[in-house]
Nanobody, 118 residues
Framework: QVQLVESGGGLVQPGGSLTLSCAGSGAGFDVYTLGWYRQAPEKQRELVASLAFGGMTNYSDPVKGRFTISRDNARKMGYLRMNSLKPEDTAVYYC????????????WGQGTQVTVSS
């Protein structure tokens, strides 16, 4: 059974940076596609970025060029580096495992709040 725990969220000013972390446990972390999703108030959960087993990355258009997804399989850790943050990036961010390039798998973390505001 895979379990995921996110950390690193918080309040940041526009233009600032944050790095989210996702700590995994259980078997298979290194072979699953890692995804980061976000959900803003009154909006549907959406893909932010994904990183497949073979190293292929995928980013949604709103974050392309600003966010970077990465992972450390030996430590069972996933990361999302977020630069040049905007107020519209405010959301709860979720780590996901086991999905595909564009769709989530069944393993979710509990989420971490990111608020971008001056």
């Amino acid at each position: 059974q895979v379990q995921l725990v996110e950390s690193g969220g918080g309040l940041v000013q526009p233009g600032g940076s944050l790095t989210l972390s996702c700590a995994g446990s259980g078997a298979g972390f290194d072979v699953y596609t890692l995804g980061w999703y976000r959900q803003a108030p009154e909006k549907q959960r959406e893909l932010v970025a994904s990183l497949a087993f073979g190293g292929m990355t995928n980013y949604s258009d709103p974050v392309k060029g600003r966010f970077t997804i990465s992972r450390d399989n030996a430590r069972k850790m996933g990361y999302l580096r977020m630069n040049s943050l905007k107020p519209e990036d405010t959301a709860v961010y979720y780590c996901n495992l086991g999905g595909t390039t564009w769709n989530p798998g069944r393993y979710w973390g509990q989420g971490t709040q990111v608020t971008v505001s001056s």
